[in-house]
């Protein structure tokens, strides 16, 4: 579960990163200050592009854990191993969870 809080905690980090870069760059253009635009464009672009990477991680590790759960819970099904059928279902559930991050 550390993981989905460290998602939840990476997106609001770059989200909040990105408004305030956009912010600087807005009043930046508005007051005529070309260095406060760029440095707010350039914090913008730097936290959308980190974002896109985090979001790309996250699926990745979210299609592993479906996957795993799905060989867990079919190797438990066929051995009669309630134990390992129960950890399939919570890692297809955790990689359900992580989809929607």
């Given at each position: 579960?550390?993981?989905?809080?460290?998602?939840?905690?990476?997106k609001?980090?770059?989200?909040?990163?990105?408004?305030?870069?956009?912010?600087?760059?807005?009043?930046g253009?508005?007051?005529?200050?070309?260095?406060?635009?760029?440095?707010?464009?350039?914090?913008?672009?730097?936290?959308?592009?980190?974002?896109?990477v985090?979001?790309?991680?996250?699926q990745?590790?979210?299609t592993?854990h479906?996957?795993?759960?799905?060989?867990?819970?079919?190797t438990?099904?066929?051995?009669?191993?309630?134990?390992?059928?129960?950890?399939?279902?919570?890692?297809?559930?955790?990689?359900?969870?992580?989809?929607?991050?």
């Amino acid at each position: 579960m550390s993981n989905i809080v460290e998602n939840v905690s990476t997106k609001v980090s770059n989200t909040a990163s990105s408004y305030i870069g956009g912010a600087k760059q807005t009043i930046g253009e508005t007051i005529n200050n070309p260095d406060l635009a760029a440095r707010g464009a350039a914090q913008k672009v730097q936290a959308d592009t980190a974002q896109r990477v985090a979001d790309a991680k996250i699926q990745a590790e979210a299609t592993a854990h479906k996957a795993e759960g799905q060989t867990q819970k079919a190797t438990g099904n066929v051995l009669g191993d309630y134990s390992l059928e129960a950890s399939g279902e919570g890692n297809i559930t955790k990689g359900e969870i992580e989809h929607r991050v």
